[in-house]
């Protein structure tokens, strides 16, 4: 995909939004997972990764893997969820900006 456009979302945007569009999840370990499915379940979502794995999450912005992936800290792909390399080009073309970018909610 010789797609070179730069993707701009706003900072503080919610979780559960900036999961749904990415569809990536940074483990603790380093590695980026993909999500196969997310169901919101109030504050709480449930996330599964395509190698498996069941994760309880809360919606918060400043959580931990809000941070990582504002900041790009997990930048290693997990061999068994197989995230294609079109997905990670893309990831790392996006930028996050505190007064500029799109807030994903009017997208919806």
Not at 2 to 10: C, N
Request: hydrophobic share 30%.
């Amino acid at each position: 995909m010789a797609d070179d456009k730069k993707r701009y979302y706003r900072k503080n945007v919610e979780l559960f939004v900036l999961l749904d569009k990415m569809k990536l999840w940074p483990a603790r370990s380093g590695l980026l997972h993909g999500i196969k499915t997310i169901e919101e379940h109030g504050k709480y979502a449930v996330i599964t990764t395509h190698c498996g794995k069941t994760l309880r999450i809360y919606n918060s912005r400043n959580s931990r893997a809000a941070r990582w992936l504002r900041n790009k800290w997990a930048v290693k792909p997990c061999k068994q969820c197989r995230v294609p390399e079109w997905k990670l080009e893309k990831y790392s073309k996006t930028f996050f900006d505190s007064h500029y970018g799109s807030d994903l909610i009017h997208k919806q």
